[in-house]
């Protein structure tokens, strides 16, 4: 049977030892991402999104992080996990791209745009100079920069902030990835660049057939780009399932605690956002049961306990809750997580 996915990661554990002990940041992730698909990946910071989103494209310098178990098949064929730097160097850059939210750290400022994004081209391809600027110029129209010849003899500090995202994405995108990971790619950015940035990347990935990986915090970009979404907390999935299954049908308290603290485009302005209250578990030595226990308005005694599997609710649809038992209490979705909208 041909596989359609571009990545599987199978039970990834990444942590990062510490002088105080080790912190254990991804604990058994595991997810698929299809071929042309844009997932996001949300929850509060240290949730692990990031590291695992970097692991991926082995960007952590190892020590101090270590991949402790788990697989991350790009391809249907390459083990990442177990490839050398050397090799891992080739993949990424020619077949992955990484956009992130800061391009001013990212970007080199002392080399021309244009150098910046032929650099990976002649690397990678194997192609002439006059080739890669063809390319290039190609790329920057392709992500909406008027005056392409002119911004290539440019230097990143010449750009606006949003000028300088496009310019990352040209980088990211120059060597055709399969795969593209966009790391908060519009947090820096201005409510009507944010926009701008999320409609250009929703089109790229149209066009390009790259599949996409946003890690974000921000509902809203979430609704406006992605398919699928996964939401984590504390190292662990607690839920994931399609975009619609995660505003109008989700099933765990964490993911309604999102809804109700993060402003979402698709919402009233007015609508009163309500902070989840308390701060996750301290990933030096996590909670035995359920890591959303003690912030948790159902937790029951079982919570605290046993860690819930995921209960499998639709072909795309998943949770970890012990509400989902069937000799748990019966709970509703309140109202200010979209409950009463359907
Ligand atoms: Fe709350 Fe228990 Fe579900 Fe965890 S398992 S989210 S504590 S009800």
Redesign the pocket.
Known sequence: MMNNNILEVRDLKVSFRTYAGEVQAVRGVSFDLKKGEVLAIVGESGCGKSVTAQTIMRLIPSPPSIIKNGSIKFNGKTEITRLSNREMEKIRGSEMGMIFQDPMTSLNPTMTVGKQITEGIVKHHKVSGEEANKRALEILKLVGMSNPEGRMQQYPHEFSGGMRQRVMIAIALACSPKLLIADEPTTALDVTIQAQIIELMKKLSEKTEASIIVITHDLGVVAEMAQRVIVMYAGKVVEQGTVDEIFYESK???TWGLLRSVPRLDQDKDNELVPIPGTPPDLFSPPKG?A??AR?P???SV?GQID?EHTVLSETHSAA???LHEGAPKVERPVEAGGAAR
Do not use: D, T, V
Request: hydrophobic share 40%; charged share 0%; proline share 13%.
């Open positions: 765990h308290p964490y359920c959303f226990a948790c159902y937790a029951m919570c819930p809750c012990w509400l």
